[in-house]
């Protein structure tokens, strides 16, 4: 017990505070951007299967996955159960499967950074194709006085650290000539904060969608810069290690499911978005142009992603927000589990 404590507490000062002051040569093809209650030991009948019960993490914003109920028809007949577990954002789904809770997650490119900092026994199982255009920026109230957006230095800025966000703001601080720590970062989950912003409590914030879409709409965001033209990476599913080692099988199935949904969404945007309206409890119009800047595709960890996964590693220790290197080896798989969790489906997405 004092270990798991332990383990926790050290997660969350590396995701949280101690930001203050700090998210394989696999020839499986390469992933572009998109163009338009524990777990029981008990063995299931199919091979590779050793739980009855599969906990999958999801974030707030809802998940398509989840509400598709593919999962759950192409699992029950094999005994296993999907019990969905929901987390207000990337940070904390892997603090979730850091201390036991989940076995199955999709997160952006920053978390499991951290969460590999962390210690957690975690590895990377499938990537996610990146977001394209105005997904993340950076956002003033209309009548800020702020015009430039060099003009954020020394000010307060607001978005979740250790998430996929916490990339691109680095990013476009480098960009503009400025260093993090010529702003005053403050940590909020993107749900919470879009609400406070939207009162005039938060003078700057870095936000994503759905909520930056949201606040469009209402005409309560000025856009200083937008993540368009940026060369970012998308998002993983995660698995615990030892769940991952021990259920090769189950995992091919699932990933199997995401990426015939996944593909099914690309194509038939309208419908998805339809699908996914009664669970976001998003306006139509704002969940079309959700869909529209994302995709729901995966692809595999091949050589070219583990790079740029380390160059993303590499940029947060040189900013000192990593307390030492890190090596994206050590989370990962070989290239035979991978073979065994890896469908065509997901080899073929070029």
């Known amino acids: ?82 019990e969905w577990l929901q987390f207000t954002q990337g940070p904390q789904l892997m603090e979730g499967m850091n201390v036991g809770r989940v076995d199955l997650g999709s997160v952006g490119n920053t978390p499991p950074i951290f969460a590999q900092a962390a210690g957690a026994d975690i590895v990377y199982l499938v990537g996610r ?40 703001v680095l990013r476009a601080l480098e960009e503009a000539g400025l260093k993090y720590s010529d702003i005053q970062p403050v940590s909020i989950p993107n749900v919470d904060a879009v609400s406070a912003f ?8 870095v936000g994503y969608d759905p909520a930056l879409s949201i606040a469009e709409k209402q005409n309560k965001v000025r856009i200083l810069r937008d993540s368009e033209g940026f060369d970012l990476p998308g998002g993983y599913y995660i698995g615990a290690r030892k769940f991952s080692e021990e259920n090769p099988q189950l995992l091919k199935i699932v990933i ?9 969404a690309d194509e038939h945007p309208k419908e998805t978005a339809k699908l996914l309206v009664p669970e976001t409890k998003l306006d139509l119009d704002i969940q079309e142009k959700v869909n529209s800047r994302s ?9 070219e992603r583990i790079k740029t996964q380390q160059r993303v590693i590499d940029y947060f220790y040189k900013e000192r927000l990593l307390p030492k290197p890190l090596d994206i080896k050590e989370v990962l798989l070989t290239s ?15």
């Open 1 to 82: 017990m004092n270990r798991l404590f332990n383990t926790r507490r050290r997660f969350l000062q590396l995701s949280t505070a101690s930001l203050l002051g700090l998210s394989a040569s696999f020839a499986l093809g390469s992933c572009n951007t998109k163009q338009t209650s524990g777990t029981s030991t008990t063995s299931t009948s199919a091979s590779g299967i050793k739980t009855n019960v599969l906990r999958v993490g999801y974030q707030q914003a809802g998940d398509l996955v989840r509400v598709s109920g593919v999962l759950e028809k192409r699992l029950e007949p094999l005994g296993v159960k999907v």
């Open 256 to 264: 199997e499911e995401i990426q015939k949904i996944g593909k099914w």
């Open 198 to 205: 939207m009162q005039g409590k938060i003078p700057i914030w």
């Open 295 to 303: 995709s729901f595709l995966g692809c595999p960890i091949d050589s």
């Open 336 to 350: 035979e589990q991978y073979a065994a969790i890896t469908p065509a489906s997901v080899v073929s997405q070029r």
């Open 129 to 168: 194709v990146p977001p394209v255009g105005r997904f993340y920026a950076f956002a003033v109230p209309p009548s800020s006085p702020i015009k430039d957006f060099k003009e954020i230095k020394g000010q307060k800025v607001v978005f979740q650290k250790g998430s996929g966000t916490h990339y691109f």
